[in-house]
């Protein structure tokens, strides 16, 4: 018996007797069930590039008509996932509420409003360093307490959240040295989000005490947020994000104003030849810059390079604020919180390169991996 001949991969018989169907769902049928053909599929498979998009391509129309299919309910799936996210706003909203009383406490044990009570500033260490203690050693602590104890005390908790600045990265890469004594008079960082109903966002709100750099009792940053799929690409929806932010005006008192600074031009007349100096005000690098942030792009423009880094980074820091700052500053001014940041990637790098070793041998050769550390309103503020 001669052998079938191949057009395209697809054996000559079976394309000619398929023809007389007439029906394109039935030509796909029986060219799918056919061996001959499948091993001919089979094989353009293997010598093509094998990437998901080679491999689409290959695939019969009515094979890619379904995939279609799914792609519809995946973005229906989107949609339902973007409600999702915003019960989950609801969610955060309900349970902000409960813990403001504590927040509330916590701002009056750091400004000295409130002195806590024995009960309330029990605390049993875990450092079995400090059990083991000999006898004479305790005894000369409780001297040395008693001695400091007899010094003034100072109020409340001194630095609390310049402190914060000063320990986490982030942070202390956007503060100047001229920043520091303001942000000395920082006494509370509070997240408020929208309202029900309202399109979803959230403001920082930074809480100072009077001091001689500007009238604000408190500056504003607001956080625009889209919890919904992209019309132009769907697949690309992890939930909400940051779209957009506003600032807020600060009320520097005259000659304070450290997001500015004056230098002296000197100037040649064309005509006489004369030269006059003057002075003039330019940017300067700040962290109260944070409130007069970039905007993003709202009329079809797209921003360049720099722009955009620089709007990812401060949307970066919103959230950060938002989602670890301001619920557990506590640690981050003890640092305790740094350090478990700085286990969890040493861990999470350590185990991928055990899973690495088991899947090439299993050798029980130690390998020295050295982790990779990241780099590092009651009054309103007006708007402009």
Same mark, same amino acid.
């Given at each position: 018996?001669?052998?079938?001949?191949?057009?395209?991969?697809?054996?000559?018989?079976?394309?000619?007797?398929?023809?007389?169907?007439?029906?394109?769902?039935?030509?796909?049928?029986?060219?799918?069930?056919?061996?001959?053909?499948?091993?001919?599929?089979?094989?353009?498979?293997?010598?093509?590039?094998?990437?998901?998009?080679?491999?689409?391509?290959?695939?019969?129309?009515?094979?890619?008509?379904?995939?279609?299919?799914?792609?519809?309910?995946?973005?229906?799936?989107?949609?339902?996932?973007?409600?999702?996210?915003?019960?989950?706003?609801?969610?955060?909203?309900?349970?902000?509420?409960?813990?403001?009383?504590?927040?509330?406490?916590?701002?009056?044990?750091?400004?000295?409003?409130?002195?806590?009570?024995?009960?309330?500033?029990?605390?049993?260490?875990?450092?079995?360093?400090?059990?083991?203690?000999?006898?004479?050693?305790?005894?000369?602590?409780?001297?040395?307490?008693?001695?400091?104890?007899?010094?003034?005390?100072?109020?409340?908790?001194?630095?609390?959240?310049?402190?914060?600045?000063?320990?986490?990265?982030?942070?202390?890469?956007?503060?100047?040295?001229?920043?520091?004594?303001?942000?000395?008079h920082l006494q509370d960082i509070k997240v408020k989000f929208s309202d029900a109903g309202q399109p979803m966002s959230f403001v920082l709100e930074f809480h100072f005490?009077?001091?001689?750099y500007f009238t604000n009792s408190v500056l504003t940053k607001t956080y625009k947020m889209k919890s919904e799929p992209d019309k132009a690409d769907p697949?690309?929806?992890?939930?909400?994000?940051?779209?957009?932010?506003?600032?807020?005006?600060?009320?520097?008192?005259?000659?304070?104003?450290?997001?500015?600074?004056?230098?002296?031009?000197?100037?040649?007349?064309?005509?006489?030849?004369?030269?006059?100096?003057?002075?003039?005000?330019?940017?300067?690098?700040?962290?109260?810059?944070?409130?007069?942030?970039?905007?993003?792009?709202?009329?079809? #423009?797209?921003?360049? +390079?720099?722009? %955009?880094?620089? /709007?990812?980074? $401060?949307? @970066?820091? &919103?959230?950060?604020?938002?989602?670890?700052?301001?619920?557990?500053?506590?640690?981050?001014?003890?640092?305790?919180?740094?350090?478990?940041?700085?286990?969890? #990637?040493?861990?999470? +790098?350590?185990? %991928?390169?055990? /899973?690495?070793? $088991?899947? @090439?041998? &299993?050798?029980?050769?130690?390998?020295?991996?050295?982790?990779?550390?990241?780099?590092?309103?009651?009054?309103?503020?007006?708007?402009?």
């Amino acid at each position: 018996m001669a052998e079938n001949s191949f057009s395209d991969g697809v054996p000559t018989e079976t394309a000619d007797a398929a023809k007389s169907t007439g029906s394109p769902e039935k030509l796909s049928d029986q060219v799918m069930q056919n061996p001959q053909v499948l091993a001919a599929l089979q094989e353009r498979l293997d010598s093509a590039s094998h990437t998901p998009s080679s491999y689409i391509e290959t695939l019969p129309r009515a094979v890619k008509r379904r995939i279609s299919a799914l792609k519809q309910l995946q973005v229906r799936c989107a949609h339902i996932e973007a409600k999702f996210y915003e019960e989950v706003h609801d969610l955060e909203r309900k349970y902000a509420a409960l813990y403001q009383p504590l927040f509330d406490k916590r701002r009056e044990f750091i400004t000295g409003d409130v002195e806590p009570t024995d009960a309330e500033s029990e605390w049993h260490s875990d450092s079995e360093e400090e059990d083991k203690l000999a006898g004479d050693m305790k005894s000369k602590l409780a001297v040395e307490e008693d001695a400091a104890a007899e010094e003034p005390s100072p109020r409340g908790i001194p630095e609390f959240w310049f402190t914060i600045f000063r320990n986490v990265d982030m942070l202390s890469e956007l503060v100047r040295e001229y920043d520091e004594p303001i942000l000395k008079h920082l006494q509370d960082i509070k997240v408020k989000f929208s309202d029900a109903g309202q399109p979803m966002s959230f403001v920082l709100e930074f809480h100072f005490e009077p001091n001689d750099y500007f009238t604000n009792s408190v500056l504003t940053k607001t956080y625009k947020m889209k919890s919904e799929p992209d019309k132009a690409d769907p697949f690309s929806f992890e939930g909400p994000e940051i779209v957009d932010c506003d600032g807020c005006t600060i009320d520097w008192k005259r000659g304070k104003n450290v997001t500015v600074k004056t230098i002296k031009k000197k100037q040649k007349h064309k005509g006489r030849g004369t030269v006059r100096t003057i002075t003039k005000q330019v940017p300067n690098e700040s962290f109260f810059n944070f409130f007069n942030p970039l905007k993003a792009s709202g009329d079809g #423009e797209s921003l360049d +390079e720099d722009s %955009e880094f620089t /709007l990812a980074s $401060d949307f @970066e820091i &919103g959230h950060f604020f938002r989602e670890r700052i301001v619920p557990r500053a506590v640690l981050y001014f003890t640092g305790e919180a740094i350090e478990d940041d700085e286990n969890f #990637e040493e861990d999470e +790098e350590g185990e %991928e390169e055990e /899973l690495e070793g $088991d899947e @090439e041998g &299993g050798e029980d050769d130690d390998v020295d991996v050295t982790p990779k550390k990241e780099p590092s309103q009651p009054a309103e503020c007006k708007q402009q």
